[in-house]
Structures are given as C-alpha cells and as structure tokens.
C-alpha cells in the first residue's frame, strides 16, 4: 500500500504519476508517564521519468491516524500524530524512513486491552500530507501538491500489542495462552463438547458474554452429567482423592457457568447474576483449560 501524490507533477513536458510512496513497517509505544504510540514508515521518491531532468522532494507534513478495527470510524480513532521533524529532501529513487509520534490515552490503552479477543488485533493505518516538489533546473520552481489521502490494514498479533505497546508504557504484564484442545474419537459425548467451545470461542470475539457461558455450560453437559461421570472416572483411573478433587473444581466452574447463563431476575433459584467481558473471558479459559486437561487424562488412560 502506498500513498501516491494525486496532483501530477509537470515536469518540462514529462508526467510524474507517483512522486511519493509511503509504506506502513512497524508499531511500538514507549513512555510511561506520557505514552506515545510510533508507527514506521518506508518512504521513497520515485525515478524521474526523465533522468535528464532529475527531481526532489521535500515532505512538508505527514499526518497519521490509527484506529482500531475493520472500519475507520471517527470514534475507533485511538491515536493520531504527525511525523517526526525534519523530513530532508527525498532525491529521486532514494528512501529513508519516517517516524510518526501520536500521543496515546489512557482511554486508549485501555481500549487496546480490552479488544485483545483472539489472536490478532486488526487496525486501520490512514495517512495525508503535503509535500514541495523541487526540479534540479536553477530555474525550476517549486510547486507544492498533496498526498492522496491513504489507509491500509494491518494484522499486528495480539502477542505484538502486548510486548510492543502495552508493556512497554507499563499497562500490566501479560501471560499469553495457547491451549490446543486434542480430539477423541472414540467419545462421542466429548466431541459435542469441543463442538460447544469452538461456539462459545465465536460468541467470545463477538463480544456476546452471556452466549459464552450458555455455551460454556452445554459443553460440560456432556461430559459430565448425560453419563454420571463416567467419563471423569475413566479418565482418573483408582485415584480417589485425584477424582474427588477434580469433580469439586469441576462441579464450582459448571455452577458458575449455570449462573451466567441466567438473567438474574429469570426466577430465583436459577442463581442467576450480571456478566461481563472480564467473567466471559475466565469461563472460556477455565473450560478450555479443563477440557483439554480430561482429553488428555483420558488419552493416557488409553494408552497404557
């Protein structure tokens, strides 16, 4: 993606289509008391179309927004800055690179944080500027022409935010997970289950929190109450103090799935209660968690 000058620029005859080209290379913040977000550039002058007649170009301004997501809506703006001072003059052909500062809010911080629901966090980069266009002639004036207003969208992992922004500026240390969830063919009950997590996974990064615990808590049905526990025991082998402990950890996580699933007002013995983001988030994890941790206690059974 590039940002190309949309006035063309005459040259004794010659045309110019693309004097400037931009590309997005990286992002970081640094700055604990006063955040700042920085975002990477490749620039590059291109080739005259007439080696006779060579040219420069001097940036005047660069201007950068960032937002969040897949629109770029005014309110989905977290940061916006200008590129760092001085610019220099570009000959043709050459590149350089160019740093934008854009001052970040803790509301914006915060934003990041909270929109960190899956492996990558898109954004929308948007540039526009002005530059000076110079011939090499004594002669030559300048003529001055603007950017065409440019955006692309970038894909950082969620582990980038993380490491590059957040725990730079000092917004918390944070465990990144990956928790693969094994198959078993031979458990019908259980493939149901995983089917019910890759749902409450979806509803997860639609923001749906209450379809999370729904979800959440048809998964453990399955597992544990269609056939008494069986399941469970099988996989815990003779270890009656192993299974008693893992049927109470099992037994609290499927009550609180049970209870977010509910409205609080639907009827009173439901043990209904509000939910947010932050309670969806722990109930996908620790069913996750505990589902991949019986797959595997089952296959190990198997195997002996």
Not at 47 to 75: E, K
Not at 131 to 148: D, H, K, N, T
Not at 223 to 244: P, Q, T
Request: a neutral charge.
């Amino acid at each position: 993606m590039y940002i190309q000058a949309y006035e063309n620029i005459q040259m004794a005859g010659a045309v110019s289509q693309n004097p400037v080209e931009l590309e997005f290379e990286s992002i970081r913040a640094e700055g604990r008391v006063y955040p700042v977000l920085i975002l990477g550039f490749k620039a590059r002058a291109t080739v005259s179309p007439d080696p006779l007649r060579p040219y420069s170009i001097q940036p005047t301004r660069v201007i950068c927004q960032l937002y969040l997501g897949t629109d770029p809506i005014p309110n989905a703006i977290i940061a916006e800055g200008e590129a760092q001072y001085p610019l220099g003059e570009w000959q043709a052909g050459s590149s350089r690179n160019v740093i934008v500062r854009c001052p970040l809010s803790r509301a914006a911080l915060q934003q990041v944080a909270e929109s960190l629901r899956g492996s990558y966090l898109p954004a929308i980069v948007r540039v526009q500027g002005t530059a000076v266009y110079r011939g090499s002639a004594p002669s030559a004036r300048e003529i001055p022409f603007q950017f065409q207003e440019w955006e692309e969208r970038i894909r950082p992992a969620a582990n980038d935010w993380i490491t590059r922004v957040l725990e730079p500026v000092g917004w918390g240390k944070y465990l990144s997970m990956c928790v693969p969830v094994p198959s078993l063919p031979s458990e019908e009950e259980y493939g149901q289950a995983v089917s019910e997590l890759g749902v409450a996974e979806r509803a997860f990064l639609a923001g749906d929190d209450r379809s999370v615990f729904l979800h959440a808590y048809n998964a453990w049905d399955p597992i544990f109450y269609s056939r008494k526990y069986e399941l469970l025991a099988r996989a815990m082998g003779d270890d009656d103090n192993k299974k008693g402990a893992v049927l109470d950890l099992v037994k609290a996580v499927h009550r609180f799935a049970n209870g977010g699933r509910h409205l609080p007002e639907e009827r009173v013995n439901s043990g209904g209660f509000e939910v947010d983001h932050i309670d969806a988030e722990y109930v996908r994890l620790v069913t996750n968690v505990s589902a991949v941790y019986l797959a595997k206690r089952v296959q190990s059974r198997q195997a002996k």
